[in-house]
């Protein structure tokens, strides 16, 4: 795996010429033809350090304030704005995991201001971690990025929080309302919101503070949907979300700030799911005293200086805790139903310096050089349950779900930039090591087949990886690019999920210790002009490891076994007149792996079926109205190939409004314009038989108040 950039350059015309299909025309939804803005001057951080859409070999797509507020009706999630907006990325599922929501086929890394969210035990709640109305805008990178280590083999997401404008006081309020179309007040979801803020010499602050009630859900028909025992309901739950942000001036140049975050989303239902006469029904009556959650809680301490000799230094420090509960689902042998607890306690430190470097005739470049430390402490409890009917009791007895891991990850990186005449060149290296501490645990794989509880030896298992990006940029005027780039991520294996069914007897060390790298290649085009926006990405991404489950031996293995992953995206927007836009986004994928010498199509669970967006803006001055359709198209490659389930496609249509009142503003919505009844992605590719609907007509209305 260790290959050179240009040798793996070379092969990328070809490979992308391959996967090419007739062209779907498409665009980054906008709120109006003056919500965009030029290539030169649209900064994304998510790069490690400050550079403009232009200057990226890549697919770069920024999400701001007015969208996000836009596509947010009450209890929506931002799963659900991303799984719209973003051509590349699966649809939302629904629920309280991102489960199967995978970024061109493969993991995503998700970061709230700049801070992994990530775990090498994926509970998949990553975009079920904040409030979209605590968010001030979303940077997505597509395709494998190695800047910020081992999740990133499919892209970037990069949510960045709301904070304090300068302002010297500023207040903003939001209370909103959903219903289901039967509107029965037991579908009503309820919203509030509330933030502070306020500059006082060097020191600023920021503080807000978001509350959802979701009860429940109904579908077309009318009726009331079943809870997700497996991942988790967005139904009966309640939510906030807490934020501050305090930042303090020591000088011109040097600044340290603190950011806090308390979240958490509880079910508290009395439904649950039964198939009853073939049909997947909402009964009532559960009895269960600990239902599945989401709690994170986390620390950022930074400090910037903009002048260290010439250069600017950014140091930064985090602490961060995940906590997910699980419902006690299905029954595992003699281990009988438990439920399942994970939790992450996370701190890391790390440092980037970016320095200017020497020109070169008329060249101009700029390094960005440093080093990253995380630590990881993982674990998984199991309760057992005695069901009795709709009843749930613990019995006592608690399983370990894996054993304890230890994680420390060291890291080195530089990345160097260059713009010559009409060209941007930018290249980097990363230098990974990772040692996973596995302690001994009780052996639960030989608990639920045997009944037996033995000690399955610990031990250290290494990784490491060494990952390249190479790209260029040309500038063919100040309105449109074209690029190419090479780069490489990775995953790790979920060891915990590896151990989970083995024996006592089992060598950990016999599991593949290799991280799974992914080949990622771009060949793209990007236009801006005062009328329209658009943009075309070929992409095929590669892996040599997969992830297998060995039913013999009842263990997750990796095994040699190639992968690949070839799409399209494209994006455009075009301003009718100065009232009307019209755009859309476009984009299609086909994901295999080699299988007994011949290439088989990958499930839906990784790839998703091709998605178009559409969409029709009318904007006056006090008000803006939006008209949408996104279709998924049906998806039988993988069911072909005994490799998956085959997909129905759907088309859903949404209409969004907004009105300036004299005080304040008003928002509503109605999702699922035609009342369409039908079983989302996720579930057709997940769910067990039988198949849940999804949401039917929902209606949405908001007023909020800056002031």
């Known amino acids: 795996m260790n290959r050179t950039p240009l040798s793996l350059l070379i092969p990328l015309l070809g490979s992308l010429g391959a996967a090419a299909t007739p062209l779907a025309m498409a665009a980054e939804a906008v709120v109006s033809s003056s919500a965009a803005v030029q290539l030169a001057n649209s900064v994304v951080t998510a790069t490690r350090s400050q550079a403009s859409i232009a200057s990226i070999p890549g697919s770069v797509q920024v999400i701001d304030a007015a969208q996000i507020r836009q596509q947010s009706g009450a209890g929506r999630k ?20 991102n489960f199967s929501q995978s970024l061109r086929g493969r993991n995503m890394l998700v970061l709230i201001d700049g801070v992994s969210q990530n775990a090498s035990r994926d509970n998949y709640r990553q975009l079920n971690s904040i409030a979209p109305a605590s968010i001030e805008r979303i940077e997505v990178i597509s395709g494998a990025s190695s800047l910020y280590g081992a999740g990133a083999s499919g ?23 959903s219903s289901g179309n039967n509107l029965n007040p037991k579908g009503f979801a309820y919203e509030l919101f509330q933030s502070a803020g306020a500059r006082q010499g060097p020191l600023d602050w920021y503080l807000s503070a978001d509350w959802t009630q979701r009860n429940d859900q109904f579908d077309a028909n009318g009726k009331r949907i079943p809870q997700d025992t497996s991942q988790g309901s967005a139904m009966d739950t309640e939510t906030y979300d807490l934020h501050g942000r305090f930042g303090y001036a020591l000088d011109a140049d040097k600044r340290l700030s603190l950011a806090l ?4 989303d509880e079910q508290d239902s009395g439904y649950t799911q039964r198939a009853i006469d073939g049909q997947a029904v909402a009964v009532q009556g559960l009895d269960l005293e ?3 959650y989401t709690h994170n809680q986390a620390v950022n301490l930074n400090y910037s200086d903009s002048d260290l000799l010439g250069q600017s230094l950014l140091l930064e420090s985090y602490w961060r805790r995940a906590d997910a509960l699980f419902f006690p689902d299905r029954p595992r042998g003699l281990a009988g139903v438990s439920d399942n607890n994970s939790q992450q306690d996370v701190y890391g430190l790390r440092a980037a310096v970016e320095s200017a470097l020497p020109m070169i005739g008329a060249a101009r470049g700029s390094l960005v050089w440093g080093a990253d430390y995380e630590h990881e402490r993982t674990r998984q409890r199991g309760d057992r349950y005695a069901i009795n009917g709709l009843v749930y009791r613990k019995t006592g007895e608690t399983f370990e779900l894996g054993p304890d891991i230890e994680t420390a990850t060291r890291a080195l990186f530089a990345q160097m930039s260059w713009d010559i005449a009409d060209w941007t060149l930018r290249g980097g290296v990363r230098r990974q090591w990772i040692d996973s501490e596995v302690q001994d645990s009780i052996a639960y794989g030989e608990i639920w087949q045997t009944g037996n509880r033995a000690t399955l030896p610990g031990g250290t298992l290494k990784y490491a990886a060494t990952l390249y990006n190479l790209g260029a940029v040309y500038h063919l005027d100040d309105n449109q690019d074209l690029f190419v780039n090479f780069s490489q991520g990775f995953s790790l294996p979920d060891i915990q999920r590896f151990l989970r069914d083995v024996d006592s007897h089992f060598d950990i060390h016999t599991l593949n210790a290799q991280a799974i790298e992914v080949d990622s290649y771009e060949l793209g085009w990007r236009g801006n002009w005062s009328r329209w926006q658009a943009d075309v990405t070929l992409y095929e991404n590669r892996s040599d490891v997969t992830q297998f489950y060995d039913a013999s031996a009842r263990v997750l293995r990796l095994i040699d076994q190639k992968e690949r992953v070839r799409g399209l995206e494209s994006r455009l927007s075009y301003d009718l007149s100065e009232r009307w836009t019209v755009g859309g986004s476009y984009a299609w994928t086909k994901g295999e792996t080699r299988q007994d010498g011949q290439w088989i199509d990958l499930p839906a669970t990784r790839v998703a079926p091709a998605k178009t967006l559409l969409f029709l803006g009318y904007q006056r001055e006090r008000y803006n109205l939006r008209l949408q359709a996104v279709q998924l198209a049906d998806y039988d490659a993988a069911a072909k190939d005994a490799n998956g389930r085959q997909i129905d496609g759907y088309s859903l249509v949404d209409l969004l409004g907004e009105v300036e009142l004299p005080t304040g503003r008003l928002q509503g919505g109605i999702y699922n314009l035609s009342n369409r009844h039908y079983q989302n992605l996720f579930t057709q590719a997940n769910a067990r038989a039988p198949l849940p609907s999804a949401e039917g007509r929902t209606l949405s209305l908001a007023y909020s108040l800056d002031w």
Do not use: C, F, H, W
Not at 160 to 176: D, F, W, Y
């Open 155 to 177: 892209g970037i997401i990069n949510i960045i929080t709301k904070r304090n404008q300068g302002e010297a006081l500023a207040l903003s309020s939001r209370v909103g309302l």
């Open 261 to 264: 975050q308390d979240y958490r």
């Open 78 to 97: 931002v799963a659900d704005i991303l799984g719209t907006l973003v051509p590349g990325l699966a649809p939302a599922t629904g629920g309280m995991s």
């Open 290 to 292: 600990d239902q599945p």
